[in-house]
């Protein structure tokens, strides 16, 4: 699907095929989701199905996990007007911050901070990154924001694979995403139908 262009009919996630598939090989993500920011009805759609769940929930503050979630969640915060949280990768900040470890989708371990000036006890924040994958990287921004007594009213993301991580988030979280029942398996299977789209052109 030609990026910029808008179908006459929106249908439910229509926007999903504008993410643009792996042409790097193994050591990146199976996919690209951000293509579909390049579009801006298409962003705007997204961000309306990833609130659509939390229009009834009190939301204080956005937290956006490094990198990609930082767009995504900007554009959440801006839309509910409320601010936004960075969540970064250790070693960026130069103030005081909290750190946690996890393990992101390609099982490197890694470090994650954030700064302690912002979060208070019972403030509630919705976290937003681009994809879950593993759930590793989403965990470790949960347990930073309830270590400093924020309460997490969800998680939103493009999207959640049904791994075990995925799995345990869903269970124990509100959550929103932006996949259709009958893509979910293609999700999880790390394939989209409309892959078959692409060329090296479009690519």
Known sequence: MEVLRVPEHRAEGWYLSLMAPNTKGPKFAWLDPSRLYCNPQALSDCVKDLLRPFQTDSIDLVAGIDAMGFILGSAVATTLGKGFLAIRKAGHLCVETQTQDYS???????????????????????????WIETGGTMKAAIKLVERQKGSVVGVAAVAIENSEGGKWIKENYKYSHCIPEEIQPQIDSQYLESFKNFSSSTQ
Do not use: A
């Open 104 to 130: 992101d989708y390609s099982g490197r371990e890694k470090l994650m901070e954030v700064r302690v000036d912002v979060l208070k006890p019972g403030l509630r924040v919705l976290i937003v990154d681009q």
